[in-house]
């Protein structure tokens, strides 16, 4: 199946700073790339559709500033957590799909710990 | 989206076969059943969908009701690698649909050696 990188694979960072984390498409143009965040023993809650050249849409109750997403490219789409807090500390999972594909590919995930 | 009921915990043991059920009695015509699983500290893999018919591939087997309202992941024998969080998710293709994924709490599998 399709290869999705994200980078880094965990960072820890001081409070108050922001933290950027990408998502990439490794082996296929992704038109469209989601973004997801995972807190210890519950399920992923979607926070954002990137599609490419145009603006994220934001799920409910996710604040579009704090979590500024980028997707320049058809193989690369950003998330940056600004001013972290240790509420922001969480499992941040990306994944991409072509256009209508039946399936979506996920990365590995990043692990973000605000001190 | 419609949503998706599944057991919160199976068990199984090593070998034997597994069956995950999940009931979508709201389930449209337009919406896709998919199995998602994901193993501790990774994203989701993708391990099969359907619409109507049974469907199998290397991963799974998936059995879909006559009505659509409920279905079945089999794993035909399970092996310690097959210890996952398993999510029947429900994708709607119809027209405006925005190709997102909405996981529900889906059931944890342990495989006992």
């Known amino acids: 199946g399709a290869v999705v990188s994200q980078h880094p694979s965990r960072v820890i960072c001081k409070s108050g700073t922001s933290v950027k984390i990408e998502c990439r498409s490794l082996d296929f143009q992704a038109t469209t790339m989601f973004w997801y965040r995972q807190f210890p023993k519950q399920s992923l809650m979607l926070m954002a559709t990137s599609n490419e050249g145009s603006k994220a849409t934001y799920e409910q109750g996710v604040e579009k500033d704090k979590f500024l997403i980028n997707h320049a490219s058809l193989t690369l789409s950003t998330l940056t957590v600004t001013s972290a807090h240790p509420e922001d500390s969480s499992f941040y999972i990306c994944s991409a799909g072509s256009g209508n594909a039946d399936t979506q590919y996920f990365g590995p995930g990043t692990r973000l710990t605000v001190l | 989206d419609a949503k998706t009921t599944q057991p919160n915990s199976m068990e199984s043991n090593e070998e034997e076969p597994v069956h995950l059920p999940c009931n979508h009695s709201?389930?449209?015509?337009?919406?896709?059943i998919h199995w998602y699983r994901q193993l501790p500290s990774q994203g989701p893999e993708y391990v099969i969908h359907g619409l109507t018919s049974n469907v199998n591939n290397r991963m799974a087997s998936l059995a879909i009701a006559e009505d659509r309202k409920s279905s079945t992941l089999i794993l035909h024998r399970a092996t310690l690698r097959d210890a996952a969080v398993y999510y029947c998710?429900?994708?709607?293709?119809?027209?405006?649909?925005?190709?997102?994924?909405?996981f529900g709490t889906g059931t944890l599998l342990a495989v006992q050696p």
């Open positions: 709201t389930i449209s015509g337009t919406d896709y």
């Open positions: 998710i429900l994708r709607d293709v119809g027209g405006g649909a925005t190709n997102k994924l909405i």
